[in-house]
């Protein structure tokens, strides 16, 4: 998988390698490529003004290039490798993440954690999004959960064993 960052934030780039990433964790058969980007409360605001019509900051937004049927079966996109490849690289294109770097370090200190877990979370719970998962209902959100969990586990981004 390739990561594009746009800034020098201590990003756990551990979660998308030596396996468990959350995409070898949904099986999907593609290297990929995900831009993430770092900003603050006013740069996460106008975006999410802009793309949601929500004039406030959040922690992170998600912005899929692939509208899924079914979350996380990726097996169709090669029926259009146009509309869902990276002509150059031959990777598949899930989209974009943007992390507020205060609202990292915001929860990490309210939920009694490091800034790079509530990072890996963050990160975690996007990919999610990027295969198609959401939580618009209680039975998504609580599959959502359970997923960036097991997730978190397998990557060593557990509450009690983390250094920052």
């Known amino acids: 998988m390739s990561v594009t960052r746009t800034d020098s934030f201590p990003y756990p780039n551990s979660l998308f390698t ?7 964790f949904l099986k999907c058969p593609y290297e990929c490529e995900v831009n993430v ?33 079914v979350p996380g079966e ?3 996109c090669e029926n259009s490798p146009l509309d869902y490849f990276n002509q150059d690289t031959g990777e598949l294109m899930l989209g974009d993440i943007i992390l507020n770097v205060d609202r990292i370090a915001e929860q990490a200190e309210e ?6 877990r509530e990072v890996a979370f963050l990160t975690a719970h996007s990919m999610l999004h990027l295969a198609g998962y ?26 009690d064993n983390e250094e920052e």
């Open 111 to 116: 939920y009694g954690h490091t800034r790079r």
């Open 37 to 69: 980007i770092f900003t603050d409360h006013a740069g996460i605001q106008a975006i999410n003004k802009e793309y949601r019509d929500i004039d406030a900051p959040t922690d992170v937004l998600s912005f899929p290039m692939i509208e899924y049927e």
């Open 134 to 159: 959401d939580h618009i209902d209680d039975s998504e959100r609580l599959h959502m959960e359970k997923l960036q969990e097991e997730i978190l586990t397998k990557k060593g981004y557990t509450r």
């Open 74 to 76: 990726f097996d169709f």
């Open 18 to 24: 030596n396996g468990a990433s959350p995409l070898d």
